[in-house]
């Protein structure tokens, strides 16, 4: 089964509007850590935002924010005030203790588009 | 900028040649990842180097192997290179062997070309 789910695998937007990119993980572990990361088309890969397992905020980076709903094994990024600068693929990660912690379980992406 | 620097950035090369990627992780990470990126299967982890010795090993192939030197920078030789090996191979660095909370950071990357 796939640890991390990102079912959209586009989603479009218009600049200054709110976008929700999906994600769904999967562990049988009670601690893990759950990542965004942005990859431009330059093809570097930037990291966004964190969640633990056991943190019971839902994180927050600026215009990033992770709604984290622990039950329903969700993860998603909420980006707001979309900027142009925007439009890259997202990916949604995770570490548990079944990788070790060795390392990041990626989903396979969302391309996000945003327009003027 | 992650801090965490690859080179090279492009390589083009034949298909049965030898390559090496260099990394050279943020200052005072000691762990130090490889990840492949490739269309057909996504962002692949490799291999996972702690303070000079190997600590985890994913999908790497046998014609591929890293090392990490004492002063921690890592390399990544590909050899005996196929069409199929043509991808981003990503560097990738953290603090500490493995924390759930450690972020790992990731370099720009080197594109790989095998012709």
């Known amino acids: 089964a796939q640890k991390i789910t990102q079912t959209q695998p586009g989603m479009f937007v218009q600049e200054k509007e709110a976008v929700t990119l999906d994600c769904t993980y999967d562990?049988?572990?009670?601690?893990?850590?759950l990542f965004w990361y942005k990859q431009p088309s330059s093809g570097e890969m930037i990291f966004l935002i964190y969640q633990g397992s056991y943190d019971e905020q839902n994180a927050t980076e600026g215009r990033y924010s992770l709604n984290f709903q622990k039950a329903r094994k969700s993860a998603n990024l909420v980006i707001s005030a979309s900027q142009l600068g925007d439009s890259a693929m997202y990916f949604c990660a995770m570490r548990d203790w079944n990788s070790g912690y060795s390392t990041l379980t990626f989903g396979k992406g969302t391309m996000l588009l945003v327009s003027p | 900028d992650s801090g965490v620097t690859q080179t090279p950035k492009h390589l083009i090369t034949a298909t049965g040649q030898r390559v090496t990627l260099r990394c050279s992780p943020r200052s005072g990470d000691l762990s130090v990842y490889w990840y492949q990126q490739s269309l057909d299967q996504g962002l692949q982890f490799l291999i996972q180097y702690y303070n000079g010795e190997e600590r985890a090993k994913g999908n790497i192939l046998e014609r591929f192997s890293a090392q990490q030197f004492p002063d921690l920078h890592s390399e990544l030789n590909l050899s005996s290179l196929e069409l199929g090996d043509s991808a981003l191979y990503f560097c990738?660095?953290?603090?500490?062997?493995?924390?759930?909370?450690?972020?790992?950071?990731f370099g720009e990357g080197s594109w790989l070309t095998v012709v």
């Open positions: 990738a660095s953290s603090p500490a062997q493995g924390a759930v909370g450690n972020t790992i950071y």
């Open positions: 562990t049988s572990d009670q601690s893990y850590g």
